[in-house]
């Protein structure tokens, strides 16, 4: 009789682990962990990284505060993220 290979299910990612940059995170953790991301807080109108409140406020936070697509803003930031590689 022949022998069967036990074969490991593969395990697909949640499209949220491939995110480096989550709307959860600070505005100054994500500019601290990855400061090439200044550039598009900055094109977005969001200059609040600098201030304060960023060690308080979420990115969700502070796109909602400029009237900002979150979405677009996600994408953007983790399209920075990835080109620094």
Request: aromatic content about 4%; hydrophobic content about 40%.
């Amino acid at each position: 009789m022949p022998v069967k290979k036990n074969k490991k299910p593969v395990k697909k990612k949640a499209k949220s682990a491939k995110l480096k940059i989550t709307k959860d995170m600070t505005l100054s953790e994500a500019v601290a962990k990855y400061p090439n991301t200044i550039e598009v807080f900055l094109e977005q109108g969001m200059g609040c990284f600098g201030c304060g409140v960023a060690q308080f406020e979420t990115i969700e936070q502070g796109a909602a505060a400029h009237g900002i697509d979150l979405k677009k803003l996600m994408e953007a930031l983790n399209k920075a993220v990835k080109k620094k590689r």
